[in-house]
């Protein structure tokens, strides 16, 4: 994330489905994973508005003062700089070798050369960490910087332009299989939504949907917020059924190029961005085809419709004259779309009406009313549904406050298996006291292998994390060993970022669907390495015998490729019916 003008499209990015590294003072306004600073005016500037937004500070180990390197490295510049020192000591101090500094530090660590910007800087480190894909926003060409940034004085280093930045950047590209994609450059997703204000929340269910599975920017339009006043029919027959029926028939009025329509009781699992790539030739909309392999399918294949408003010269105001005088009924426009040029492009995996599976379904409409997962407790797929719920409440798509609102209103049922509490710590990401098996835990592999990676890297602390009742401090008596476990009095404070992190016998336990960030939380605290032994079966999948405790036992290759998701995977090494994986996390 950088200055420039296209940080502006940061609220149409999901930013939490990235590692967010903010450049210099992008930190100071925006809460990021990473804050990179290589100039030291930035920490007088905004220091401890970045020491709040930021997890982690990465910096160069002879950062630069008036745009040249520092002769002091960061170990002395810690004393000079209070907020650099907080970051060291809560463990949140990241560094990295320069080739043009003054020194090298003295564990060695990836070396990069700071050519022209931030931006540049990152990237090449990046590509040598073994990133192929970086996304950027806020990182453009050009002499200015974004409204937010306007007060301060651009391209004070020296260079002419912005635009020298992507010269390195696509030599880097060039020598390595790293890729920047700017997603300023890719084309946006304008999804306008029927709906009345009772279908706020699943509407936004939808919103977080879209985002989650997809790079593109996304212009998300409630149409309840958004209504063009029209005249109503004058035949009752030609009226609206429903509040929001006419609703799409605003779009033309509201945008201009494409956009598409969907109904808010909804949920996506695709990219909308491949439908995008589909040609309108001359039609002016595209709707859904083969919906007749479900059997309540009539009129739905207009639930899901993509739009050129460039191409179309019918708005509200005159479908409402040619309903008034006869040149077609509420039917033609409702089920036909018989005022429009039409396509039948988009797949019905595209409006699967009430089925779902995970191999093939791009969005589920769910259009049984009696069994809205949001409303009743007897769909199928209502797990889907409340999962799409919680990461909409921690991604903030939904604001805690509107969802119980919501519930008091009726508009929502209250759902009290809801896992909200998760989203903040990996605390409430860890479960289940009953996970460790006597006479596992401290197996004499797993302890060899802490042993010779802590002594061969020089690690201080050490995060035995879901430690239960135990302890293995005994087996490190000149280590820190930090006992973790939210359910067990006495274990249960979160815990600052150590140099390994110690998991055994506790993935297995967490459910699929908090997985992900059970990983990608564990991952904040790990330094250096983290050492995870998981049971794995060969079959793919079973249950405990103890039948009140939830646990899933996946194949080698399903657990390497989940934990890859935030790791890079060092080495694995067989532990009996479990495999014991050495990683390290793939900022």
């Known amino acids: 994330m950088g200055k420039g003008p296209s940080l502006e499209l940061e609220p149409r990015i999901l930013r939490s489905k990235y590692i967010s590294i903010g450049l210099n003072h992008v930190s100071a306004k925006y809460e990021v994973d990473i804050a990179h600073v290589i100039d030291l005016e930035v920490i007088n500037d905004c220091g401890e508005l970045i020491y709040k937004n930021a997890k982690y500070l990465l910096m160069p180990w002879h950062p630069n003062m008036n745009f040249a390197p520092h002769l002091k490295n960061i170990s002395v510049l810690l004393c000079e700089f209070e907020v650099i020192n907080k970051f060291a000591e809560s463990g949140r101090l990241l560094i990295y070798n320069r080739l043009n500094g003054a ?52 391209l004070q280093n020296g260079q002419k332009t912005f635009d020298d930045q992507f010269l390195e950047i696509s030599e880097i590209e060039r020598i390595s299989d790293s890729k920047l994609i700017k997603l300023g450059d890719l084309e946006p997703i304008n999804v306008f939504v029927g709906l009345q204000e009772e279908q706020r929340i699943p509407a936004l269910v939808l919103k977080d949907s879209i985002m989650h599975n997809t790079h593109h920017p996304v212009s998300f339009n409630l149409l309840c917020d958004n209504l063009v006043d029209f005249k109503t029919p004058n035949d009752p027959n030609n009226r609206p059924r429903t509040p929001f029926s006419f609703q799409r028939f605003m779009i033309p009025s509201l945008t ?56 179309i010269r019918w708005n509200i105001h005159t479908l409402v004259q040619g309903l008034d005088s006869g040149q077609f009924t509420y039917e033609d426009l409702m089920f036909k779309f018989a005022m429009a040029k039409v396509a039948h492009k988009i797949p019905p995996s595209w409006n699967s009406l009430d089925l779902y599976n995970n191999e093939g379904t791009n969005l589920i409409h769910y259009t049984d009313m009696s069994r809205q997962p949001w409303k009743h407790s007897n769909h199928p797929f209502e797990s889907i549904w409340v999962s799409g719920l919680e990461r909409s409440i921690k991604n903030k798509i939904i604001a805690l406050e509107c969802y119980e609102s919501a519930c008091k209103l009726g508009h929502v049922k209250i759902n009290g298996g ?46 035995d994390c879901g430690c239960a009742s135990e302890t293995f401090q005994i087996a490190f008596p000149n280590i820190d060993v930090i006992a973790f476990d939210p359910l067990v009095a006495g274990f249960d404070i979160l815990p600052k970022p150590a140099d390994m992190v110690y998991c055994v016998g506790v993935l297995e336990y967490i459910e699929l669907d908090l997985l992900d960030n059970a990983l990608y939380n564990i991952k904040i605290l790990t330094g250096k390495i983290g050492i995870f032994v998981v049971e794995v079966d060969s079959g793919g999948e079973c249950d405990s015998n103890d039948k009140t405790v939830q646990r899933t036992v996946k194949n080698l290759t399903w657990w390497s490729l989940k934990i890859k998701n935030c790791f890079i995977i060092m080495k694995t090494v067989s532990n009996g019916n479990g495999v014991i994986f050495i990683v390290r996390p793939n900022i």
Request: proline share 2%; aromatic share 10%; with cysteine.
């Open 103 to 154: 020194s090298q530090h003295p564990a060695g660590g990836t070396v990069v050369l700071p050519r022209y910007f931030s931006g540049d800087t990152v990237f090449q480190l990046l590509s040598k960490l073994g990133e192929k894909k970086v996304y950027s926003i806020g990182l453009d060409g050009g002499s200015s910087y974004s409204i937010e940034f306007s007060s301060l004085v651009p």
């Open 256 to 311: 201009n190029g494409k956009a598409f329509y969907l109904d808010s009781d909804m949920q996506v699992f695709g990219d909308m961005a491949d439908l995008l790539k589909l040609d309108f030739e001359d039609s002016e909309v595209i709707a859904c085809y083969g919906m007749e392999i479900y059997g309540h399918w009539k009129g739905s294949q207009y639930a899901v419709l993509m739009l050129d408003c460039s191409k």
């Open 418 to 463: 809801l896992k909200i509490d998760k989203v903040t710590s990996v605390k409430s990401l860890i479960h289940d006291s009953k996970r460790h098996v006597s006479g596992v835990k401290y197996r004499g592999d797993s302890v060899k292998i802490i042993q010779e990676i802590a002594s061969r890297i020089k690690v201080g602390r050490i995060i």
